[in-house]
């Protein structure tokens, strides 16, 4: 069910139905463009879209599918059933040029796998377009929509005679128009011409008795008669009667060919249908592809969970200005299925909701809608909208009464699969009065089990979304600095109205701004300045997600780096301490066999001292060479590889920032800023923070002594994890905070950072002075300016590095 009649209207679908009429080729396709109807079945609006979704991918494709002569041959099939009826020559040149253009989609579709265009192959199967009448057709009628000359026996033999009979004439004629021209009746660029299908000669007016024949008509200054000289007057009439009969002779082959097409005329009718069914999938198609749209899942149940949704005429209105719509993210589901959007005037809430209907229905009328893959669309039986004013002098109706009849057709027919949309609830009259009846009927709307969008200005809305099961609040996202809207909606959070942010930037008095806040009572401005810093809140929370993120992907990636060096090491270890027990078992073997060997050779020689001696020689060279303990050379320590020099900095002296490791080179001083450069990369530093060292140390730290890895440099990934482009200094003082800010400045520009975020706070101003002109100092800071109202303000520095 649809509510209100006027829907199509309201949501803007009589547009795109006039724009799918223009992209139809033929009054067939624009005949399926007025059928269009929202439909409530599921089944029906899944073969639907599916088919458009089928005919998009035949177009992207790009093969050689017919894009031309979709022409209805309807009327002509009706009159050729007609025992009887003849079928003029220029209706079987179009029968014959829509026939070509069906068969050409039937061998599309034949020629593809089954698979792939399941939908429109299967009803393909079904058209039936007989070759033995297009075969007919052709024999008679060529390319050009001519009959052809051997259509008949009879036909060709009149062609050839008139063929024989027009040279004749004009050979008689091209002799009298030379004598003419050398006689001087006529100027030489005249030619022979046609008058009242009889060939004449172009002559002078004065000169017209001088050649005998008939006169058959002058030029509009009579200077000029056109005569069919005697002579050629009876080969004329022959042609005349000749053209006579070669008409008979056609009528009587295209009486015949119209015989022989009544038999097919119910499949042809068929296949016609068939054809504009192309013609409009094909309409379909196209403005699918000019508005990107997207075939989401579709399932039988209440759910919108849209991604990047854009408002179609919207949409397509932009793209010829060369502009691009914000798009629209939204979810509702059994948990959340009413959604009340709140924000200032004109910050697109309206809109929104347009997109919500629009795209609803135009799916549900089968069509595919612009949104991105990965979205899902439900199936709604009821579709109801209260959008714009329906005010009624005639049936006595103010705005209000409109509203509230809407409003009764709502509660009274709305269940568990209605989506609903409602511009400005409850407004029209005294906003106490419309706040409490709006928030009964949303109650009751809640209940009901139904879907919908509702935006709103009333606070009490907003509460009520807040602690009730089913609701849930939106905000559209507005420029409070600018004063301008962003058209992002933000499902969560209830939104401002900007009321006094407006009213001062349009001029009011402050006087009368702050009687206003006064007026309207401490609750209701607490409740907007508790929204604003939620908001800010909420983005600084973000920003600290973003970072977390980022240092555990890194720590993640350093800990399986970790873990897996580790792994390498024990097996490394095991490797070495196994090589170690092999060895010591087989110098325990060598060394048990040597000494059996000397016991035994003791014991032959019975003890004698020499030989003793000379075996006990052996055993102690065998330990010796085998059991020597091998030196491991110490590597030096460089704990004092850092060597302070004394004497003033100055242009190419080596230097090290103070309690850090890295060296560089001095390239000039400015003032209490010294520039230098450490490897590739150059920085401002103070010259309070920097102390000189030696040749040897600035030549141990550039590589040509190699260092610890340990102690070389800065360890750039441990700076970037640990760095964070958010600096918070407030209840700092003066000279503690500029020491952190300028070590934080330090890693910021070695790291290579375009912006940061430095927050002071506002109190009276003095820290945010002293920050300021600090930043000043540094020649790689392009601009400063404050954050935006909604995340702080006057409160935080935003810092632009070139």
Not at 4 to 16: A, C, M, S, V, Y
Not at 81 to 110: N, V, W
Not at 379 to 386: G, H, K, L, S, V
Not at 628 to 645: A, R
């Given at each position: 069910?649809?509510?209100?009649?006027?829907?199509?209207?309201?949501?803007?679908?009589?547009?795109?139905?006039?724009?799918?009429?223009?992209?139809?080729?033929?009054?067939?396709?624009?005949?399926?463009?007025?059928?269009?109807?929202?439909?409530?079945?599921?089944?029906?609006?899944?073969?639907?879209?599916?088919?458009?979704?089928?005919?998009?991918?035949?177009?992207?494709?790009?093969?050689?599918?017919?894009?031309?002569?979709?022409?209805?041959?309807?009327?002509?099939?009706?009159?050729?059933?007609?025992?009887?009826?003849?079928?003029?020559?220029?209706?079987?040149?179009?029968?014959?040029?829509?026939?070509?253009?069906?068969?050409?989609?039937?061998?599309?579709?034949?020629?593809?796998?089954?698979?792939?265009?399941?939908?429109?192959?299967?009803?393909?199967?079904?058209?039936?377009?007989?070759?033995?009448?297009?075969?007919?057709?052709?024999?008679?009628?060529?390319?050009?929509?001519?009959?052809?000359?051997?259509?008949?026996?009879?036909?060709?033999?009149?062609?050839?005679?008139?063929?024989?009979?027009?040279?004749?004439?004009?050979?008689?004629?091209?002799?009298?128009?030379?004598?003419?021209?050398?006689?001087?009746?006529?100027?030489?660029?005249?030619?022979?011409?046609?008058?009242?299908?009889?060939?004449?000669?172009?002559?002078?007016?004065?000169?017209?008795?001088?050649l005998k024949g008939f006169v058959h008509d002058e030029s509009s200054t009579g200077q000029t008669v056109f005569i069919e000289p005697t002579d050629v007057f009876e080969s004329n009439n022959e042609i005349r009667e000749l053209e006579y009969e070669e008409r008979r002779e056609i009528n009587r082959i295209l009486m015949h060919l119209t015989d022989q097409l009544r038999p097919f005329v119910p499949d042809l009718q068929k296949a016609y249908g068939f054809l504009g069914l192309m013609d409009f999938l094909r309409a379909k198609a196209k403005i699918a592809i000019q508005m990107n749209a997207?075939?989401?899942?579709?399932?039988?149940?209440?759910?919108?969970?849209?991604?990047?949704?854009?408002?179609?005429?919207?949409?397509?209105?932009?793209?010829?200005?060369?502009?691009?719509?914000?798009?629209?993210?939204?979810?509702?589901?059994?948990?959340?299925?009413?959604?009340?959007?709140?924000?200032?005037?004109?910050?697109?809430?309206?809109?929104?909701?347009?997109?919500?209907?629009?795209?609803?229905?135009?799916?549900?009328?089968?069509?595919?809608?612009?949104?991105?893959?990965?979205?899902?669309?439900?199936?709604?039986?009821?579709?109801?909208?209260?959008?714009?004013?329906?005010?009624?002098?005639?049936?006595?109706?103010?705005?209000?009464?409109?509203?509230?009849?809407?409003?009764?057709?709502?509660?009274?027919?709305?269940?568990?699969?209605?989506?609903?949309?409602?511009?400005?609830?409850?407004?029209?009259?005294?906003?106490?009065?419309?706040?409490?009846?709006?928030?009964?009927?949303?109650?009751?709307?809640?209940?009901?089990?139904?879907?919908?969008?509702?935006?709103?200005?009333?606070?009490?809305?907003?509460?009520?979304?807040?602690?009730?099961?089913?609701?849930?609040?939106?905000?559209?996202?507005?420029?409070?600095?600018?004063?301008?809207?962003?058209?992002?909606?933000?499902?969560?959070?209830?939104?401002?109205?900007?009321?006094?942010?407006?009213?001062?930037?349009?001029?009011?008095?402050?006087?009368?701004?702050?009687?206003?806040?006064?007026?309207?009572?401490?609750?209701?401005?607490?409740?907007?300045?508790?929204?604003?810093?939620?908001?800010?809140?909420?983005?600084?929370?973000?920003?600290?997600?973003?970072?977390?993120?980022?240092?555990?992907?890194?720590?993640?990636?350093?800990?399986?780096?970790?873990?897996?060096?580790?792994?390498?090491?024990?097996?490394?270890?095991?490797?070495?301490?196994?090589?170690?027990?092999?060895?010591?078992?087989?110098?325990?073997?060598?060394?048990?066999?040597?000494?059996?060997?000397?016991?035994?050779?003791?014991?032959?020689?019975?003890?004698?001292?020499?030989?003793?001696?000379?075996?006990?020689?052996?055993?102690?060279?065998?330990?010796?060479?085998?059991?020597?303990?091998?030196?491991?050379?110490?590597?030096?320590?460089?704990?004092?590889?850092?060597?302070?020099?004394?004497?003033?900095?100055?242009?190419?002296?080596?230097?090290?920032?103070?309690?850090?490791?890295?060296?560089?080179?001095?390239?000039?001083?400015?003032g209490k800023d010294v520039e230098i450069r450490i490897g590739d990369l150059k920085s401002n530093i103070k010259l309070n923070r920097l102390e000189k060292v030696s040749n040897k140390t600035y030549k141990a730290a550039t590589g040509e002594k190699k260092l610890k890895t340990t102690s070389k440099g800065v360890d750039l990934n441990e700076r970037m994890m640990n760095f964070s482009f958010n600096?918070?200094?407030?209840?700092?003082?003066?000279?503690?905070?500029?020491?952190?800010?300028?070590?934080?400045?330090?890693?910021?520009?070695?790291?290579?950072?375009?912006?940061?975020?430095?927050?002071?706070?506002?109190?009276?101003?003095?820290?945010?002075?002293?920050?300021?002109?600090?930043?000043?100092?540094?020649?790689?800071?392009?601009?400063?300016?404050?954050?935006?109202?909604?995340?702080?303000?006057?409160?935080?520095?935003?810092?632009?590095?070139?």
């Amino acid at each position: 069910m649809l509510y209100p009649n006027t829907i199509e209207q309201k949501l803007g679908f009589d547009k795109l139905r006039e724009l799918l009429k223009e992209a139809c080729i033929s009054p067939l396709g624009r005949g399926y463009v007025e059928k269009i109807r929202f439909s409530d079945n599921f089944g029906m609006v899944e073969k639907l879209v599916s088919q458009t979704a089928e005919m998009k991918r035949v177009m992207e494709i790009g093969e050689d599918f017919p894009s031309q002569n979709y022409l209805d041959a309807t009327p002509y099939l009706k009159r050729a059933a007609i025992e009887g009826m003849l079928l003029t020559l220029a209706e079987f040149s179009d029968l014959k040029a829509s026939l070509q253009t069906i068969r050409l989609c039937l061998r599309f579709f034949a020629n593809q796998e089954p698979e792939a265009f399941p939908l429109l192959s299967e009803y393909a199967k079904t058209v039936k377009v007989d070759k033995a009448i297009t075969d007919a057709i052709d024999k008679i009628i060529d390319d050009r929509g001519q009959i052809r000359d051997t259509a008949s026996p009879e036909l060709a033999r009149i062609r050839r005679r008139l063929i024989s009979e027009q040279a004749g004439i004009r050979k008689k004629l091209d002799a009298m128009l030379r004598t003419a021209k050398n006689s001087g009746w006529i100027s030489e660029d005249v030619s022979l011409t046609v008058r009242n299908g009889r060939m004449v000669i172009p002559l002078a007016a004065e000169h017209k008795r001088k050649l005998k024949g008939f006169v058959h008509d002058e030029s509009s200054t009579g200077q000029t008669v056109f005569i069919e000289p005697t002579d050629v007057f009876e080969s004329n009439n022959e042609i005349r009667e000749l053209e006579y009969e070669e008409r008979r002779e056609i009528n009587r082959i295209l009486m015949h060919l119209t015989d022989q097409l009544r038999p097919f005329v119910p499949d042809l009718q068929k296949a016609y249908g068939f054809l504009g069914l192309m013609d409009f999938l094909r309409a379909k198609a196209k403005i699918a592809i000019q508005m990107n749209a997207t075939n989401p899942t579709f399932v039988n149940k209440q759910i919108v969970e849209w991604k990047d949704a854009r408002h179609p005429l919207l949409h397509l209105s932009f793209q010829k200005q060369g502009k691009k719509v914000v798009p629209l993210n939204i979810e509702l589901q059994e948990k959340q299925r009413i959604l009340i959007v709140s924000g200032p005037n004109a910050g697109g809430k309206s809109v929104s909701l347009k997109t919500v209907g629009l795209i609803q229905y135009m799916h549900q009328c089968g069509l595919l809608v612009p949104m991105a893959d990965g979205s899902t669309i439900g199936f709604f039986q009821n579709i109801f909208i209260d959008i714009g004013d329906e005010q009624s002098l005639e049936n006595d109706l103010s705005t209000y009464s409109s509203h509230l009849t809407n409003m009764r057709h709502f509660l009274t027919l709305s269940n568990k699969r209605t989506l609903f949309l409602i511009d400005e609830f409850g407004t029209g009259t005294e906003p106490g009065l419309g706040g409490a009846i709006a928030e009964a009927i949303l109650e009751d709307l809640t209940k009901s089990g139904a879907y919908g969008v509702i935006n709103t200005h009333y606070t009490n809305l907003k509460v009520l979304a807040d602690k009730t099961d089913g609701l849930v609040n939106g905000a559209m996202r507005f420029d409070g600095e600018h004063l301008e809207p962003i058209y992002q909606l933000e499902i969560g959070r209830p939104g401002s109205s900007f009321a006094f942010e407006i009213a001062s930037k349009i001029g009011l008095p402050n006087a009368v701004i702050n009687r206003a806040k006064d007026k309207l009572g401490k609750q209701q401005v607490n409740f907007e300045k508790l929204l604003k810093e939620l908001d800010i809140e909420r983005k600084v929370f973000a920003e600290k997600n973003i970072e977390l993120g980022i240092k555990e992907r890194k720590l993640a990636q350093q800990l399986s780096e970790y873990t897996k060096l580790k792994s390498n090491l024990e097996n490394n270890e095991k490797k070495l301490v196994n090589e170690a027990k092999q060895k010591a078992k087989n110098l325990l073997s060598d060394a048990n066999q040597l000494i059996e060997n000397t016991i035994r050779e003791i014991k032959e020689n019975k003890a004698e001292k020499e030989k003793t001696k000379t075996v006990r020689t052996e055993l102690e060279k065998f330990g010796k060479k085998n059991l020597v303990i091998e030196e491991v050379e110490e590597q030096p320590s460089e704990d004092n590889i850092f060597e302070p020099e004394d004497g003033a900095i100055t242009v190419g002296s080596y230097v090290r920032i103070v309690g850090q490791t890295a060296i560089g080179e001095v390239l000039a001083l400015k003032g209490k800023d010294v520039e230098i450069r450490i490897g590739d990369l150059k920085s401002n530093i103070k010259l309070n923070r920097l102390e000189k060292v030696s040749n040897k140390t600035y030549k141990a730290a550039t590589g040509e002594k190699k260092l610890k890895t340990t102690s070389k440099g800065v360890d750039l990934n441990e700076r970037m994890m640990n760095f964070s482009f958010n600096l918070d200094i407030r209840g700092k003082r003066g000279e503690e905070a500029l020491g952190v800010l300028d070590s934080f400045m330090d890693n910021a520009i070695m790291l290579g950072y375009d912006e940061l975020r430095v927050v002071h706070g506002k109190g009276d101003g003095i820290l945010r002075t002293l920050v300021r002109n600090h930043l000043r100092g540094y020649s790689h800071v392009s601009n400063m300016q404050d954050e935006h109202p909604d995340r702080g303000g006057a409160g935080v520095t935003i810092v632009k590095l070139k």
